[in-house]
């Protein structure tokens, strides 16, 4: 069913009042540093997956020991907005570090059917925020969808296709991909390169003429 023109006005990762919706650089790596001193291995992995894979809390912690490849470092998701009928149901098979295999893999002890996790969304939601707290990030981008917005940023940032983006993030349309190219994007980053390098050569040759203009004053002082 086709979405309501509303709906797509409402997709922008800058709020009018409140400012970004998404984590800059800098603060995903403080988050990604913060969680690592986080006390049980069961937290810091399920964040770890969303960090490395931008997926929903509610499709991390459906995540099933019989959709985790450690040898291959792939995990399959269950794209909570496509999911469809029970028979019909939307996966996306996103790879990850090796490392974080490894730790999955050691977290798993054997286990090879069942959920990973058994806290609940809102327990999930806690752990983010308060990692969030630990790294000093605030405001509106300090939240799980925060971070989800992050990976896109980063990996619209990075050059990688608008359709690939749309498949590892399991968007059902992909003018909601799109709106990651409203905030960062290699074109972007090229036409603003060119505009800041005529910008150095006029600020060159104002600086050239304004030297110019005071030699004879600097000569007269002498």
């Not at 309501?4 to 970004?20: A, K, V």
């Not at 912690?61 to 909570?80: C, M, Q, S, V």
């Not at 000093?136 to 939240?143: C, D, E, N, V």
């Amino acid at each position: 069913m086709p979405r309501p023109l509303s709906y797509y006005s409402q997709l922008t990762l800058i709020d009018p009042t409140e400012g970004r919706k998404y984590l800059n650089a800098k603060e995903r790596e403080r988050f990604y540093r913060a969680l690592q001193f986080l006390p049980k291995t069961a937290d810091r992995l399920l964040l770890e997956v969303l960090y490395w894979t931008g997926c929903r809390i509610s499709e991390a912690l459906a995540l099933d020991a019989r959709f985790i490849d450690i040898e291959g470092r792939r995990i399959a998701l269950h794209t909570l907005k496509q999911r469809g009928d029970a028979k019909n149901k939307h996966i996306r098979v996103l790879r990850i570090p090796p490392r974080l295999a490894r730790q999955l893999d050691r977290f798993m002890n054997g286990k090879t059917t069942g959920r990973l996790w058994s806290i609940s969304r809102t327990t999930a939601w806690r752990r983010v925020k308060s990692v969030m707290n630990s790294a000093g990030i605030k405001g509106l981008q300090a939240s799980p969808k925060g971070l989800r917005h992050a990976f896109g940023a980063k990996a619209t940032e990075l050059g990688i296709s608008t359709p690939k983006v749309k498949t590892w993030m399991g968007h059902a349309d992909a003018q909601t991909t799109e709106i990651y190219m409203t905030v960062c994007g290699p074109e972007d980053d090229e036409l603003a390169a060119r505009m800041w390098k005529h910008s150095y050569r006029t600020e060159i040759f104002c600086r050239l003429i304004a030297l110019r203009r005071s030699l004879p004053k600097m000569m007269g002082a002498q």
